[in-house]
């Protein structure tokens, strides 16, 4: 059994913490208390290829009350469930509806943080997207509506002329633990990628020159969502013919590969599970001192 970057989604677990007034957990005693619900429940881990256990740690406020503060207590909690392809197509491209009137998050908000506010404001936006015979939504900034921040509830990359580009994280755009995998992988492997302010009208003429050559989103229950085509205004633009990728299909093989053990890990990304673990460790109520 293996864990990809569970010390990295606990950190990250902590930065959102901060912002939203919950006391830090301890990061060691969630990683371990995450080996022991893996261990016992190891039943459920699916092994049918393209599956995988879908973790979700998360904290909910228990203050017997109602009232706008911060808490007082919280309870920490993790789900685990046994999950296929996030999206019904697979790995076939999706396509993505850009949206202009609604905004998801802006800069000083909660987007850069794990917070279910932000799958709340994105839920209108993806109700339109549906309509339409869209996958997902592809968010802009919410003080120009101009520059790319998400689609859906991942990041996102595009592969213009040769360069992957991706939007810089600016406090309204979550740091997606694959997000962070995917440039890492490129850059191990010398392909050019960037980080910084991308705008929905640079992607449009990429397309219209030509130079737009793959587009997807990834995240964690995804891993890679490609993307096959995109919807501005009047404009369908169609990336690369509606079909994967060659950057695309290489990122995904090789994340895959290193989370299910098939291939080196020379990041050190993967965490080992024993087949048992003998230590014992209770639940644990969080509350700020």
């Known amino acids: 059994m293996l864990l990809f970057r569970p010390e990295s989604n606990f950190k990250r677990l902590n930065v959102s913490n901060e912002r939203l007034c919950i006391p830090a957990i301890d990061e060691e005693l969630a990683l371990e208390a995450l080996k022991q619900l893996i ?35 919280f309870q920490f909690i993790i789900m685990m469930c046994p999950v296929g392809s996030y999206y019904k197509e697979g790995i076939k491209p999706v396509k993505i509806l850009v949206e202009e009137n609604y905004v998801r998050a802006v800069e000083g908000g909660t987007g850069g943080a794990k917070t279910a506010g932000n799958y709340a404001s994105s839920l209108k936006g993806q109700e339109l997207a549906n309509k339409n015979g869209y996958s997902q939504t592809l968010w802009l900034d919410g003080k120009e509506k101009r520059y790319i ?7 996102i990359f595009f592969k213009i002329n040769g360069t992957v580009v991706t939007p810089a994280l600016n406090g309204s755009i979550l740091p997606g633990i694959t997000r962070d995998s995917m440039i890492q992988l490129l850059k191990s492997k010398n392909i050019p990628v960037e980080e910084r302010q991308i705008s929905i009208d640079e992607v449009t003429e990429a397309y219209r020159n030509g130079t737009l050559e793959e587009a997807f989103g990834t995240g964690t229950a995804a891993v890679i969502s490609p993307i096959g085509e995109l919807k501005w205004k009047d404009e ?51 509350a700020p001192k």
């Open 39 to 73: 261990t016992v429940d190891r039943e459920w881990i699916p092994t049918e290829p393209g599956t995988s256990l879908y973790i979700r740690p998360f904290i909910i406020a228990t203050d017997p009350c109602l009232g706008v503060a911060s808490s007082r207590s």
């Open 149 to 155: 921040e998400e689609v859906g509830s991942m990041n």
């Open 236 to 286: 369908r633009m169609i990336v690369n013919n509606g079909e994967i990728g060659e950057r695309t299909q290489m990122l995904y093989d090789t994340l895959t590969g290193i989370q299910n053990g098939s291939l080196e890990d020379p990041f050190n990304w993967t965490i080992t599970l024993p087949n048992s673990i003998k230590n014992q460790i209770h639940p644990v109520e969080f």
